[in-house]
């Protein structure tokens, strides 16, 4: 099975919009059952979105490290899960950059998480094109998941490549690129965190032209939408196009 995971960033600006948006993505999720649909709105839309989606699942932007307490706009583990959240992005380019989230920061988050029983989707990859994505990626994984053992439940970890210069950009990393890219990230996922089949996906730039020659590579399990996400009928079009490379 294929994932695609829809990120739908800080949009859209009411609750009305967050409500059509995730039932047209619901219908799709419904009709084309061999993809495995993600739905990830802001935190303020997660309960109107939930009521929403039955086949597609429910996912949250990012996370904390903790079950509640004295942490001022922080939304917790407990509050995700009562909220019906199952999958939670954490580590996106655009949080390490605007937000200034550490690795360190990083790394508490995905560990909690994992350990909650949620199902993480650490972003990770490079800011230039010029520069080869492992050296940076290699010490992100390193950083971001230090300290975690099989007993973690690393089995619910799934690592999008998102170069940072294709992301919103309309200009995405070749298939090939970023196939290799997955396939030298399992490597690593394989031999220093023991993870049997580990799941990369790709982000950056995804829109319904090329979404087919990402998921026709073995090494990429789905990808991670940002823009494209949010058209209703092109995301429709891209489930479709998951579901039938699943
Ligand atoms: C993203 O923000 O994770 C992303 C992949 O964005 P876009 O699809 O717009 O490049």
């Known amino acids: 099975m294929k994932t695609i995971i829809a990120n739908w960033k800080s949009n859209p600006n009411s609750v009305k919009d967050a409500v059509i ?3 047209s ?3 799709a999720a419904l009709k084309y059952p061999q993809a495995e649909v993600v739905v990830a709105p ?6 109107e979105a939930k009521k929403e989606l039955k086949y597609a ?3 949250a932007q990012d996370s904390f490290w903790n079950e509640g307490g004295a942490y001022t706009g922080e939304v917790n ?3 995700l899960k009562t909220a019906g959240v199952s999958f939670v992005i954490i580590g996106h380019s655009e949080r390490r950059r605007y937000l200034g989230e550490s690795d360190e920061v990083i790394n508490r988050k995905v560990s909690a998480s994992l350990r909650y029983g ?6 990770v990859g490079n800011q230039e094109r010029s520069e080869d994505p492992m050296r940076v990626i290699s010490s992100q994984l390193a950083q971001d998941l230090k300290g975690l053992a099989p007993g973690d439940k690393v089995e619910n970890l799934t690592v999008a490549y998102e170069p940072i210069w294709a992301i919103g950009t309309g200009d995405a990393e070749s298939p090939d690129g970023a196939a290799n890219v997955a396939a030298r990230i399992k490597e690593q996922l ?3 965190w023991k993870i049997g089949s580990p799941r990369v996906l790709y982000g950056g730039s995804v829109d319904d032209k090329n979404i087919a020659k990402f998921l026709e590579k073995e090494e990429i399990d789905g990808v991670l939408v940002g823009g494209a996400s949010l058209k209703a009928a092109e995301f429709g079009r891209m489930i479709k196009e998951t579901n039938s490379k699943s």
Do not use: H, I, M
């Not at 949620?118 to 972003?123: M, S």
């Open 21 to 23: 948006l995730a039932k």
């Open 25 to 27: 993505t619901e219908k």
């Open 57 to 59: 699942k429910l996912g």
């Open 118 to 123: 949620l199902q993480v989707v650490l972003c």
């Open 42 to 47: 802001p935190f303020l839309y997660l309960t």
């Open 77 to 79: 583990l407990a509050q």
């Open 190 to 192: 394989t031999r220093y």
